[in-house]
Nanobody
Framework: VQLQASGGGSVQPGGSLRLSCVAS????????IGWFRQVPGKEREWISC?????????YYADSVKGRFTISSGNAKDTVYLQMNSLKPDDSAVYYC?????????????????WGQGTLVTVSS
């Protein structure tokens, strides 16, 4: 499975961006697609994931709950992260990742597939 993230850019505080993660390869190789973000000098932070199991649930870190929405396209090979009410603290490189775990993991070690990252800068 290969993942490609895109959609990053520069936006003012309060603005919105939508990130995309396109997956190529076997859909059977992952059960969850998650989004992480990383600021230089800090740990990579899990922020959201969506289930491709029968439940289809989505999950969010407290830091983004109510502002970010994760969704998948009809073909289930693209995952979006709609980011609203962006804050300067949201500035980071955002990564999408695929997990073969059967649960919504926040642990990056349980994500076997990673995209290349896309930079989001929130600044006035």
């Amino acid at each position: 499975v290969q993942l490609q993230a895109s959609g990053g850019g520069s936006v003012q505080p309060g603005g919105s961006l939508r990130l995309s993660c396109v997956a190529s390869g076997s859909r059977l190789d992952y059960h969850y697609i998650g989004w992480f973000r990383q600021v230089p000098g800090k740990e990579r932070e899990w922020i959201s994931c969506i289930s491709f199991l029968s439940d289809g649930y989505d999950y969010y870190a407290d830091s983004v709950k109510g502002r970010f929405t994760i969704s998948s396209g009809n073909a289930k090979d693209t995952v979006y992260l709609q980011m609203n009410s962006l804050k300067p603290d949201d500035s980071a490189v955002y990564y999408c990742a695929g997990s073969t775990a059967g649960w919504p993991s926040t642990d990056r070690s349980e994500y076997a597939y990673w995209g290349q990252g896309t930079l989001v800068t929130v600044s006035s």
